[in-house]
């Protein structure tokens, strides 16, 4: 039993090793942000996109000042950005032209940042907007618009399923339902929580301890999702990104080194913390306006709640089955090895 426990250990170490090459926390959903200002005679739209994503949707490498793109480069953006992003003044076409294209950064991440015009004879009453940009490289994109128009401001998300927006159909109740759609697609591809959580409750023992771990990471990482969002508290992106790495390796190594102790909910409490930060990372890059700022960060959160609580509905019958049986013990300590293997690679990625 004693070879075959390594020889898995080894094989999951290799899989994951080869796995994680290529896979970062967060790599397949790319986030992106829109900024519509609506004055009397055009709309500026300004777009700030993920840097890699922008790349291999365009093929046009940006990593220089706009005068020194090129015109070849210009041309193919301009394309790509007339078929990709529509938008109608008064049920009319507006034909947008690129006034600037540069390379930011964007908490420690590199960004995009396009500027486009649309020219409009007068301040139109009613404004569409086709967005299509990087759906067809990445569905599980998702762009976060805010409007500005007749001195109103309002929030909108854009997915693969939601492409179209219409500010004479924009309510509370759109707005709420696209943030906690936003929120649970958050946490299906935040892998590194889904990690942290999956250890959690491979380490935990009792029904009543699992109830205690999660909850405590629950409130934790509610507090600082919003003191983030916010502004009050505010943490170097790399810097809570490792260390949401580093949790996921403890808690990995705990259930290895010391299976038949129970995870300290203050430890909990503290890397829930840290996590919060993580999780408000697109809130506070998007500026929301105070109309909708209570019901963007609620129903963000609650979408991640709801999607956590249905990745560890689906995941804890299956380690309740496999506790029951003879080689839950060697199960656990190879899971946690692999997962452990991703948080280490996460960490270097990280920190260095």
Known sequence: MKHKLLVLILIIIAV???????VEAHSMNSEGFSMIRVQ????????LLDQEEFIH????????????????????LQSYFDENLELYSNGVLAKGKIDTIKPIQLEERP???????????H????????????????PSHANVAKIEIDGNEEEFVFTYEVRELNTGEMNFLTSAKQFLVLGIEHIFTGYDHILFAISLLIG???????ITLITTFTIAHSITLVLATIGLVQLPGR?????????????????ITQPNSKQSPWLVLIFGLVHGFGFAGILSEMNLSQGNFA?????????????QVIILSLIYPVILFIQKKQYYKWFAPSVSTAILLFGLVWFFQRAF
């Not at 009397?40 to 777009?47: G, P, R």
């Not at 990593?63 to 070849?72: C, K, R, S």
């Open 239 to 255: 810097l809570v990104e490792s260390v949401i790495a580093l949790s996921i390796i403890y808690v990995a190594l705990h259930n």
């Open 57 to 76: 949707a365009t093929g046009v490498q940006i990593d220089a000042e706009p005068n020194e793109i090129t015109e070849e480069n210009n041309k193919i």
């Open 111 to 121: 960004f995009v940042s396009i500027t486009i015009s649309f020219p409009v004879e």
């Open 16 to 22: 994951t090793t080869s796995v994680t090459n290529n």
């Open 204 to 210: 935990a023992k009792t029904f009543r301890q699992i």
């Open 295 to 307: 019901t963007s960060i609620l129903f963000f959160n609650l979408g991640i709640e709801l999607g």
């Open 123 to 138: 301040t139109p009453e009613s404004l569409n907007v086709d967005y299509n940009v990087f759906f067809e490289t990445d």
């Open 40 to 47: 009397e005679d055009h709309i500026t739209y300004e777009l």
